[in-house]
């Protein structure tokens, strides 16, 4: 079960005795345990119907017996398990003797990391209840969840201001709650919020890929290639990491430049130079949008880049930047005038 239809159907009061949640989006996760506990168990009597567990720390007896209590003045009562992976390590049968009749009184929900669907545990579960998968929303349902988010928090967002917020923050759902939250926090009682709102009141927290770097470099794209060497240096990455990144991404065009010259075909090209498949339109993309004499000429200012980054006591960032600026200028010299004239 997909996170959006298990929010679906909760909403429409249908609470199954079990649930594995799993995945990535701990943020999504962490939202559906709110959502099941409002549902599950009756907030004055919180303490007496919740019980929290961990596989790896708690006696497998204690969590058994525990899904057998009745509750305390509260329709049901909620026992979470985390750490569920490790049950696989483990004989299951107990779980799954349980689940052919689970308690209808209690619901459990285990939290892990993956779900092979294909064992006795989970097939034995899904009779019952359902797992549930919590990963990264596409680009559509991220959008509709932060709408969704602002609505309920009071206010409404400009499309301009959503998409600045994800700029800021990236798409992790926790970090982007937390930033929801502050934007609902402004005292004038304004229930539209643009991008100056988003601006002022959150943070550029976004963690970005050091990976990202060289593929802006091969689209020549000078504004993400700053941002993203400054957001890396921010973040710790070493200069002399990011530039061996960027100097095997041309590297890696330039052979393949060469090969397809030879008469090599696109296929060979990716095979010989490892080029994953779901990366190979971008990757041409790349070698055609990088002209081939800017390329040729590069490798005297990369050596000289490559000697000041391991000899000068100059900024290191600074001395990246102005190989970026150079490298940029040089390559759209040749794309403007590919004679070189």
Same mark, same amino acid.
């Given at each position: ?24 989006? !701990?943020?999504?996760? $962490?939202?559906?345990?709110?959502? @099941?506990?409002?549902?599950? /168990? ?20 204690? /969590? =058994? ?48 990391? #993956?779900? $092979? =669907?294909?064992? #006795? ?9 359902? *797992? ?17 988010? *602002? ?9 301009? *201001? ?15 709650? =937390? +930033?929801?939250?502050?934007?609902? %926090? !402004?005292?004038?009682? #304004? ?13 550029? /927290? ?23 060497? &400054? ?14 990144? @960027? ?27 490892? @080029? ?8 041409? +993309?790349?070698?055609? !949008?990088?002209? @081939? ?24 960032? %600074?001395?990246?930047? #102005? ?12 794309? &403007? ?5």
């Amino acid at each position: 079960m997909k996170a959006q239809d298990f929010f679906r159907n909760l909403e429409r009061g249908n609470l199954l005795p079990l649930y594995y949640f799993y995945g990535t989006e !701990r943020g999504l996760i $962490d939202e559906a345990l709110d959502k @099941i506990e409002e549902k599950a /168990i009756a907030r004055a009597a919180r303490d007496f119907n919740l019980k929290i567990f961990s596989v790896k720390e708690d006696p497998e007896e204690t /969590i =058994l017996d525990s899904l057998q209590v009745f509750p305390v003045r509260s329709p049901r009562t909620l026992v979470v398990i985390h750490q569920a992976d490790s049950i696989s390590h483990k004989d299951p049968s107990p779980y799954v003797e349980y689940f052919s009749d689970p308690n209808p009184l209690t619901c459990v929900v285990f939290v892990g990391e #993956k779900a $092979d =669907l294909r064992t #006795k545990f989970f097939q034995a579960l899904e009779r019952k209840g359902a *797992a549930v998968a919590f990963y990264p929303p596409h680009e559509k349902e991220l959008i509709r969840w932060i709408h969704s988010q *602002a609505e309920q928090l009071g206010y409404r967002l400009s499309p301009e *201001a959503v998409s600045l917020l994800v700029e800021r923050v990236g798409p992790d759902m926790r970090e982007l709650k =937390l +930033e929801l939250q502050k934007l609902s %926090l !402004r005292p004038d009682g #304004k229930r539209f919020r643009g991008e100056e709102d988003v601006l002022a009141l959150t943070e550029d /927290i976004r963690v970005e890929n050091p990976f990202e770097l060289p593929l802006a470099v091969g689209h020549l794209n000078l504004g993400d290639m700053l941002h993203l060497l &400054r957001k890396n240096l921010q973040q710790g990455e070493p200069p002399l990491f990011l530039f061996s990144l @960027i100097v095997r991404q041309l590297r890696l065009l330039r052979r393949a430049q060469e090969l397809s010259a030879e008469g090599s075909s696109q296929e060979e090209i990716e095979t010989r130079l490892r @080029i994953f498949p779901r990366r190979a339109n971008d990757f041409w +993309e790349r070698v055609e !949008r990088f002209p @081939i004499s800017a390329l040729q000429q590069l490798w005297p200012p990369t050596l000289e880049a490559d000697q000041e980054l391991k000899s000068s006591r100059s900024d290191k960032g %600074l001395l990246l930047e #102005k190989y970026l600026w150079n490298l940029h200028l040089l390559a759209w010299s040749r794309v &403007r005038k590919p004679d070189g004239k």
